[in-house]
C-alpha cells in the first residue's frame, strides 16, 4: 500500500559523503517511522538510522544522520566521512508501531540503492 522509491546511491572515494532520499506515495507520510537499513553480500540486513514520525531521530553511526521533509513526503540519509565497510545496498523502510529500531518494526520497504566506497 506504500511504495518506497531510493535514490542517490552511487560510488565514492572513502572520506566523501552521499546524501539518499527516499521518496514515498500517498497522503499520509507523516504518520509514519521512516527508517534506513543495509545490507552487504553475504550480511543480515542491519540498521542504520530512523526517524519517528514525531521527529525522533537514531542513528548507530555518528557520521550518519537523517532527516525527514513531510511537505515532500521524502526521508533523508546524509552520509559524511564514508568507509569502505560501509559499501551496502542502502534501503529505506516505513512503519507505524511502536518501536522503529529494528526490522520487524517496519512493514514497506523500498528496493535499495547501492552505494560504494572506494579506497
Known amino acids: 500500500q506504500v511504495q518506497l522509491v531510493e535514490s542517490g546511491g552511487g560510488l565514492v572515494q572513502a572520506g566523501g559523503s552521499l546524501r539518499l532520499s527516499c521518496a514515498a506515495s500517498g497522503r499520509t507520510f507523516s504518520s509514519y517511522n521512516m527508517g534506513w537499513f543495509r545490507q552487504a553480500p553475504g550480511k543480515e540486513r542491519e540498521f542504520v538510522a530512523a526517524i519517528s514520525w514525531s521527529g525522533s531521530a537514531d542513528s548507530v553511526k555518528g557520521r550518519f544522520t537523517i532527516s525527514r521533509d513531510n511537505a515532500k513526503s521524502t526521508v533523508y540519509l546524509q552520509m559524511n566521512s564514508l568507509k569502505p565497510e560501509d559499501t551496502a545496498v542502502y534501503y529505506c523502510?516505513?512503519?507505524?508501531?511502536?518501536?522503529?529500531?529494528?526490522?520487524?518494526?517496519?512493514?514497506?520497504w523500498g528496493q535499495g540503492t547501492q552505494v560504494t566506497v572506494s579506497s
Open positions: 523502510a516505513a512503519g507505524r508501531r511502536s518501536h522503529f529500531l529494528v526490522k520487524n518494526d517496519y512493514d514497506y
